[in-house]
């Protein structure tokens, strides 16, 4: 957040910009680009890297699987690389935090609604017929909890909560019965997930599913996504830690036992991305550490940012060019930019390069709002 949660001046790490970039690239049009170079080429080992970029069909777990729960885990590191206690503060100084964070958390949910349905199609006027569950609900969600545990509790406490989270979510998924379930049931229909979703998420679930991908339930482990980055951001900080390629190592060593620990519990708990169980919270968080450690050693302690600057670019204005998405036929616009380029390329290459040329036009108006400081911050 804000460099006002903290009387010193909050560290700003580009790789964090650049990460939260790269996981936005993939959003934007990345994924597109495997299918554009198996097209191109017909060599089959791109059809595996495309593969990656779908969503897993159930359990399983896929690269495009992590890109939501990074975002969430990156977050959190913001909040942890300049911690607040505001609990011990007059109630004064601590208003403007509070509304901001209330503001922040409002914002997203109707954005979240915003992108749901488009600014063409528009939300239902009927109230009943919103999908108000959203994935930037489901960030204003972990985010918001996850700064009233940074602001009020110690950093025991916080580990502590979360893993009680973990656990007590994994406990009800295994063993709480519900009307008409079975305890310990992940499928779509009969989880107990599923029965929350059908009976007390307000307006509808995706695709009217018995299931909401960003539902109740398992919006609650999200936030320990957020609380992961909380943790890592706290140690990157630690002045009395010496050798940044000491965090570096760290950070990998942390983020491969976490991930083995979640393919661990993946025999009890199958790793599930639209429930979003422990042992995803794990593998993602695993991931997430593993990659935050990869850019911070190359921007942060090699000091290459040059090659992270196009990332950077995107992650400067992440949110709003994610809800651009929705609002704006980027196709259509690259289409109308690119469109005679895109065509005096061969047919074999013309699905690549229209992948390119969505993403060049995104990054365009991005790097203009860069060059002019417009960052647009909910």
Request: charged fraction near 10%.
């Amino acid at each position: 957040m804000e460099a006002t949660q903290a009387k010193t001046p909050k560290r700003r790490l580009m790789s964090l910009d650049a990460l939260r970039g790269f996981d936005m690239f993939w959003i934007l049009g990345g994924e597109a680009l495997f299918a554009g170079l198996l097209a191109w080429t017909s060599w089959q080992g791109w059809q595996w890297a495309d593969a990656q970029m779908q969503h897993s069909q159930w359990h399983g777990f896929t690269f495009y699987d992590l890109i939501f729960p990074l975002f969430i885990f990156l977050s959190g590191v913001a909040l942890g690389l300049s911690p607040k206690r505001l609990d011990k503060l007059p109630m004064a100084k601590r208003m403007p935090l509070y509304i901001h964070s209330i503001k922040r958390l409002l914002l997203l949910l109707f954005f979240g609604v915003l992108y749901n349905h488009g600014w063409g199609a528009g939300a239902p006027a009927a109230i009943d017929e919103v999908r108000y569950a959203s994935v930037l609900g489901r960030i204003a969600f972990a985010w918001f909890f996850a700064a009233m545990l940074v602001w009020h509790t110690s950093l025991r406490t916080q580990i502590l909560v979360t893993l009680g989270i973990l656990l007590g979510y994994g406990f009800v998924q295994l063993f709480v019965p519900f009307p008409g379930g079975t305890a310990g049931v992940f499928t779509p229909q009969g989880s107990i997930n599923a029965y929350f979703d059908t009976h007390y998420l307000p307006g509808i679930t995706y695709q009217n599913r018995p299931l909401d991908p960003e539902g109740l339930l398992s919006t609650i482990p999200a936030i320990a996504n957020a609380m992961a980055g909380v943790f890592v951001g706290h140690f990157i900080v630690k002045d009395h830690i010496k050798g940044e390629w000491f965090k570096v190592a760290s950070m990998l060593l942390v983020g491969s036992l976490v991930l083995a620990s979640g393919w661990l519990l993946n025999m009890t708990i199958p790793v599930n991305k639209d429930l979003w169980t422990s042992s995803f919270v794990l593998v993602t968080t695993g991931w997430s550490i593993i990659l935050l450690a990869v850019f911070y050693g190359i921007v942060d302690v090699l000091k290459w940012q040059r090659i992270a600057f196009p990332f950077v670019v995107i992650g400067c204005n992440a949110i709003i060019i994610y809800l651009s998405s929705s609002l704006i036929d980027w196709k259509y616009t690259a289409q109308s930019v690119f469109g005679g380029v895109v065509n005096a390329f061969p047919a074999s290459a013309h699905e690549l390069a229209a992948a390119v040329a969505l993403l060049l036009v995104q990054w365009l108006l991005l790097f203009w709002m860069y060059k002019r400081d417009i960052f647009i911050k909910v």
